[in-house]
């Protein structure tokens, strides 16, 4: 069963993350920030990360790299709900920056189940074929 861990600050959307992914046979740790996400690192083993960018706190950007930095082979799905009240003006890539910082995916807030389900389904074939290449290169 992969062991999934969702860092977000909205109680809502791990709830609704946990009872869907749950349903699809992932045992799945909830961190209600930061902070509470690398204590949950440090405790466990995880085949996948799921990290707000925006929290109270420790914010998501320094959260994505020090989570990449500690466990740089688990995949990490950043996502982001984030809106600005002024449209008119160009607004920062904050999905991309994530990326820049080690995510491995990025997801829009709000998303879809079956979004969220295939890019984790993505992430981790590539890091099982990331695996067997190192294991095949022994």
């Given amino acids: 069963m992969p062991r999934v861990l969702v860092v977000d600050d909205d109680p809502m959307v791990c709830m609704a993350i946990e009872i869907y992914l749950e349903r699809h046979s992932f045992q799945v740790t909830i961190a209600d920030g930061g902070e509470a996400g690398l204590r949950a690192l440090e405790g466990a083993t995880f085949d996948l990360m799921i990290v707000d960018i925006f929290m109270p ?17 688990v995949p990490l799905i950043a996502m982001s709900g984030y809106a600005f009240a002024n449209l008119a003006s ?49």
């Fill in 57 to 73: 706190h420790m914010r998501g950007f320094e959260s994505i790299r020090i989570f990449h930095e500690r466990a740089p082979t």
């Fill in 90 to 138: 160009p607004a920062p890539d904050f999905l991309r920056m994530a990326l820049e910082l080690g995510a491995t995916r990025c997801l829009r807030k709000p998303f879809t189940p079956s979004a969220l389900l295939a890019v984790i389904n993505e992430c981790m074939a590539e890091a099982q074929s990331r695996f067997a290449s190192v294991v095949q290169l022994r």
